[in-house]
């Protein structure tokens, strides 16, 4: 167990060795802005801490959860971001009917990497909490990836992530 | 694996009904406050998002993690989080020698509820993964439990986790 997450979180150590908390170098004076949870993905949405949070509020608010995968140095996380916090239909459908969570590190749900660990991805998750790897964007070799051209495409899925909930559930 | 998640929640619901995502009749106008991942703990101290994070930088930064189970609602752990935010050599020493974590969700690891489930509670992770469950505070029925007067106490223990991180590792 213990190994399984450290395989899993070293995958994206190479990727990310220059990302997450500042080193040391940074004078202790100088005041830091707290860290918060959107991290740029939407400041005026209400986001889950992490994946077991997520799953919980999915369940007992009968909402689909949306996880956005992404690092913090990674100009293509950083693309969709920009795009994904100002696409205002995005934002209001996020926050209305959907559970959301970002993260930078791999969770231990292998069901959230149907393709693989890459950034940025974009994976629903049911209230019954099963993945629906059926849900997909543009790009055959990474099946869960979106770019910032594709935000009416994520519309799409998220409207049919709910249409799901309606119809399967 | 779904249901020990979900019943690993559940064992908070019945606590925490009122915390977490205000509820829809918020005025959905009123200008949100962004959440931070300190919760008031320490604004300027950098924290871990979730315990796979935590972990992560436990292990490749040889620091011990100190992981903060607590409710919004709780009004022992917001005793305990102004008291710890308001102490200048713990925050200090979590700002300098640790990776720092605060939940308000369990997560599915049991090695971190030794004897249950109950907030606040602080426990102790060295690099090697290993959760230090010899590092306790003053109540017997409750080993990980901290009041506002125990700050020294917990000063203590964490010099405790950084000597045995020297002497045993």
Redesign the interface.
């Known amino acids: 167990m213990?190994k399984g997450?450290?395989s899993?979180?070293l995958v994206l150590?190479t990727l990310s060795s220059a990302m997450?908390?500042?080193e040391k170098t940074t004078p202790k004076k100088e005041?830091?802005i707290?860290?918060?949870?959107?991290r740029g993905w939407g400041?005026?949405l209400?986001?889950a801490?992490?994946?077991?949070?997520a799953?919980?509020?999915s369940?007992?608010k009968n909402k689909p959860l949306m996880i956005i995968f992404h690092l913090e140095d990674c100009p293509h996380s950083q693309a969709l971001k920009k795009a994904f916090a100002e696409d205002k239909d995005i934002q209001k459908l996020a926050d209305d009917d959907f559970v959301i969570l970002n993260?930078?590190?791999?969770?231990?749900d292998k069901h959230l990497s149907p393709d693989g660990q890459y950034v940025p991805r974009i994976l629903f998750v049911d209230p019954s909490?099963t993945v629906r790897a059926d849900i997909t964007g543009r790009y055959a070799n990474r099946l869960y990836a979106y770019e910032p051209a594709d935000m009416k495409l994520l519309l799409s899925n998220m409207q049919r992530a709910l249409k799901f909930l309606k119809t399967e559930l």
């Open positions: 213990l997450i450290l899993v979180l150590v997450g908390k500042p005041k830091r707290p860290q918060t949870l959107s400041d005026q209400i986001w801490q992490t994946y077991e949070e799953l919980f509020w369940r007992s993260l930078v590190y791999e969770t231990t909490m």
